[in-house]
């Protein structure tokens, strides 16, 4: 496809957050401080869920792939972005605009299957407790974790072979930093309202129907609890409000990037931040600083390293 005749455009310009020097530079290091509180607070979620034998259990595992996943996420724009502003250099190959793409939609698909598992999960835990073993066991979370990323894997392939083919003969700037499939349709030589139809009910419908789905869900969970007791129901919104902030934070942005009809630049790029630098960033916070387990773990990793350091 990228030797033939289908397109002429080989790169994309990137036109990213603002076009405006000075604001460049407070971008640029806002990004950059935000991309290091992603890195090291997802990557301290995973690494203590995997050190802590405490923590050896399905909510927890679960949480661990959702940092991972937030993690990718981050990394697939942000560094690029940081590199363009520090730089100067926006471009993207034309190859590498579809492999952002395609990525990007593989960890978007996988997480929303990951967020339906997590609220399965919370689901057996408060109403079906004394069978959450037997339900939710290793096997079953590692295959619910298989499904994430194949059912993602499927959901990507799907939406770029809707468009993979256009032809391309300019203009070619994108006016975002990073490339996505409603910018790179749009930026085709023919008449995309077919194709933008199909982009609409693959990725806008999922979303919101996914969103309804988790909502719904965590209503029955609340509304079964309430039924049972007052005390439960307050000790069951506490655990699922997180989860409900992070079903929000998370598919809000998807479903006005891709289900609003009137779209504009300015709130687009917005909640591209709040995807690509604030939800990921919330994620460990929430998860940490509101769970108990969660910061003794990091009590007992944080007492065994003043132990090792006092040793040597």
């Not at 809000?252 to 009809?261: D, E, R």
Request: glycine share 4%; charged share 10%; hydrophobic share 55%.
């Amino acid at each position: 496809m990228y030797e033939g005749n289908y397109s002429e455009v080989s790169e994309f310009v990137l036109l990213g957050l603002s076009t405006y020097r000075p604001t460049q530079y407070f971008l640029l290091v806002f990004s950059t401080v935000f991309y290091v509180l992603i890195v090291l607070g997802n990557l301290l979620v995973v690494f203590i869920v995997i050190l802590d034998a405490h923590l050896h259990s399905p909510m927890y595992f679960l949480l661990a792939n959702l940092s991972f996943i937030d993690l990718c996420f981050s990394t697939l724009t942000v560094p690029k972005m940081i590199s363009d502003m520090y730089s100067g250099h926006n471009t993207i190959s034309f190859k590498g605009c579809v492999i952002q793409i395609f990525v990007l939609h593989v960890l978007g698909g996988s997480e929303m299957v990951l967020l339906i598992a997590m609220a399965l999960d919370r689901y057996v835990a408060i109403c079906k407790p004394l069978h959450y073993l037997t339900i939710m066991s290793p096997w079953m979370c590692l295959l619910l974790l298989s499904s994430a990323w194949v059912i993602g894997l499927i959901h990507s392939v799907a939406q770029l072979a809707f468009v993979i083919y256009l032809p391309f003969c300019g203009p070619n700037a994108i006016d975002s930093f990073y490339c996505d499939l409603p910018w790179f349709i749009k930026l085709s030589c023919i008449d995309t309202y077919r194709m933008e139809f199909l982009v609409t009910a693959n990725s806008g419908f999922i979303s919101t129907g996914t969103f309804f789905l988790l909502i719904i869900s965590y209503i029955f969970i609340l509304f079964t609890v309430w039924k049972r007791s007052l005390g439960g129901l307050a000790k069951a919104l506490s655990t699922l409000s997180a989860h409900i902030s992070v079903v929000v934070l998370f598919f809000g942005p998807c479903i006005f990037v891709y289900m609003w009809p009137f779209p504009t630049v300015p709130v687009d790029k917005f909640l591209a931040i709040l995807d690509f630098m604030i939800t990921p960033i919330l994620n460990p916070t929430i998860y940490t600083l509101r769970n108990k387990d969660m910061k003794l773990a990091i009590k007992r990793l944080s007492s065994h390293l003043l132990h090792l350091r006092k040793l040597s």
